[in-house]
């Protein structure tokens, strides 16, 4: 089983919908959660970290379950320029320096 | 806006050669990453650095890679003896906090290819 899970995707969604990625992950031990965004060929980028109380950005919400082990990130009212692969990053406590990326889910968002 | 530099930005090099990638990290970050992306595929962590040492690494990062801070500034990855199987992206990255406390700040990538 990988560390860390994410929905295959790709996604391809209109302009304007509500799109939802899951990620799940392996270890219980997992301390901190992340969303990062790549662009074709670039850098990874920092969307949002993902708190156990969940948390908002704009349009961006991320949840986690640690119960269940998996986090969310939902994206409302999706842009074109929402394009791009989500990254879901986990790191464990144990491993403070190492931070595990998930596949990434690539979104389209179409006229 | 502060950023993370690496150079070069794409080396070509023949299997078995010896490779520096650079990375100059923002300047009041302590903490400082080397990851690698082949093509299509997931971002990997390499290895992490603090207090000029490694403070984590991965199975990938064997004998043949080495990372070094010669200087207050740079911070390098060698690949001693290249393998076709070593082409890919190599990110560096840097952060204030260890990296469960908060944003990994990437550069914008060092594309190797080994023929």
């Known amino acids: 089983r990988k560390e860390v899970e994410q929905d295959p995707g790709p996604f391809n969604v209109p302009e304007g919908a509500t799109v939802a990625f899951n990620c799940t992950y392996s270890?219980?031990?997992?301390?901190?959660f992340f969303w990062y965004r790549q662009d074709c060929r670039k850098e990874p980028k920092l969307l949002m970290s993902?708190?156990?109380s969940g948390n908002e950005d704009g349009r961006f919400t991320a949840q986690l379950n640690r119960a269940s082990q998996y986090i969310s990130l939902l994206i409302r009212d999706s842009k074109l320029s929402d394009s791009a692969t989500y990254l879901c990053v986990v790191i464990y406590n144990t491993n403070a320096g190492k931070s595990t990326f998930g596949d990434g889910t690539t979104l389209t968002v179409k006229p | 806006e502060p950023e993370v530099t690496q150079t070069p930005s794409h080396q070509v090099t023949q299997m078995g050669q010896e490779v520096i990638l650079r990375c100059v990290p923002i300047?009041?970050?302590?903490?400082f990453y080397w990851y690698r992306q082949i093509l299509g595929q997931k971002v990997e962590f390499l290895v992490s650095f603090y207090n000029n040492e490694i403070s984590e690494k991965s199975e990938i990062f064997d004998d043949q890679f080495s990372v070094e801070r010669p200087d207050g500034s740079n911070f390098t990855l060698k690949i001693r003896s290249t393998k076709l199987e070593d082409s890919a992206m190599y990110f560096c990255?840097?952060?204030?906090?260890?990296?469960?406390?908060?944003?990994?700040?990437f550069g914008e990538g060092s594309r190797l290819t080994v023929l």
């Open positions: 300047s009041n970050h302590l903490y």
């Open positions: 993902v708190y156990s």
């Open positions: 990255a840097s952060s204030e906090g260890a990296a469960n406390t908060g944003e990994l700040f």
């Open positions: 270890n219980s031990a997992s301390q901190s």
